[in-house]
């Protein structure tokens, strides 16, 4: 641990993360209500399905933002639903929430694609049709020096907005994760 670091910094940088493809998704969104999927009604309209993952992986480029103060490190993955891909405990070099090094979707999300590990956003319901999906982001400083990622996504299906705020505090060892639900 760095003794010498405070306050809280942000940044966005690219990085590789070994990653196994996924296939085209259908262009034509399927109608059916009849796809039931663990509970729910399996309705995806206006979302296209994909239901292919290949067998090889490959390096792929993804856009990170990071928040990090004296304690933790964060690393945020907007293009893919905005999840937080990792979180890690510098005082013991310790991943205190699950770190997959791969993407490896598995057809188990509304819409095919869904990844383990880290923590997804998950509404209207479980494992979100864009949970594979980029979603918008943007970071604020507070006053306190906390700093804060918003991420932002508006489902087609029910016209709803959610925005989850990922906070940062200085001298702090938790993450603060805020969520906003708005009717379209």
Known sequence: M?????????????????TYQIGEADKNPIFSERRVYQG???????????????????DKVYHAVY?????????????LGGRIQ????????????????????ALVGLAGPWISGG???????HHRPTTFLPVEHKIRENNDGSKTLLLNDTDQMYSTKSIAAITLYPDKSYIEIKGQLYNG
Do not use: C
Not at 42 to 53: A, S
Not at 119 to 125: A, D, H, L, T, V
């Open 86 to 105: 990792r979180a890690y405990d510098k005082t013991n070099n310790y991943d205190f929430v699950y770190y997959n090094h791969v993407i490896k979707p």
């Open 40 to 58: 729910s009604s399996g309705k995806v309209y206006p979302y296209p399905m994909i239901e292919k993952v290949y067998d090889e992986k490959v």
């Open 2 to 18: 760095n003794d010498e670091f405070t306050g809280v910094k942000v940044w966005e940088e690219e990085v590789i993360i070994p």
């Open 67 to 79: 928040l990090e103060n004296q304690y933790i490190k964060v690393m945020v993955l907007p293009e």
């Open 119 to 125: 923590i997804e956003f998950n509404w209207p319901q």
